[in-house]
């Protein structure tokens, strides 16, 4: 595992799970929502998608790494430069459980994988996003990572199977 992908709905504990894989691993660690929701950036998504794109082949050049996040429109990109692809499969159910723990946990304090002026919140397009992940955005994820034959997968389905994982390491 050199080039490990971390892919999953938000709120199945992707970013706390890729944190603890980089000290295990030692591999340098990308979170995604860092670049993607950094407004002070030319390749901010909102403004500039072409920057996005050059800025995640950047990323993913790179010999080693670990990347969390989603962002459908680089996926392919990413997957085909990962060796190491772990998705959290989650029920709706537990994504929205660890939103909502998230949301009550660090209230309004910073977190690691956020720029500097992000504050996190909840609003009704984020969780429509997330109660319609598996139904909408499920079915081309799996269709992507499982796509390439020369691709390790590793399918989490709750927190406890990640856990393991990181115990078995």
């Keep these: 595992m050199k080039r490990i992908l971390i892919i999953g709905s938000p709120g199945t504990g992707k970013t706390t799970f890729a944190t603890q894989l980089a000290e295990k691993t030692k591999l340098p660690l990308i979170h995604l929502d860092l670049y993607y929701h950094d407004k002070s950036k030319d390749y ?15 990323l993913i050049s790179k010999d080693k790494w ?21 998705f959290f499969d989650f029920s709706r159910r537990a994504a929205f459980n660890g939103v909502l723990q998230r949301r009550v946990k660090p209230h309004n304090k910073k977190r690691h994988d956020m720029p500097s002026d992000w504050r996190e919140h909840i609003d009704f397009g984020f969780l429509r996003y997330i109660w319609k992940y598996n139904k909408d955005k499920r079915p081309k994820v799996r269709e992507t990572i499982f796509a390439p034959k020369d691709k390790t997968v590793v399918v989490f389905r709750n927190r406890k199977d990640a856990n393991n994982f990181l115990t078995m390491l």
């Design 44 to 58: 901010y998504n909102e403004i500039n998608k072409e920057a996005w794109y050059a800025k995640v082949d950047e």
């Design 66 to 86: 670990i990347i969390d996040g989603n962002y459908n429109s680089t996926l392919e990109a990413r997957v085909r430069r990962a060796d190491t692809i772990i």
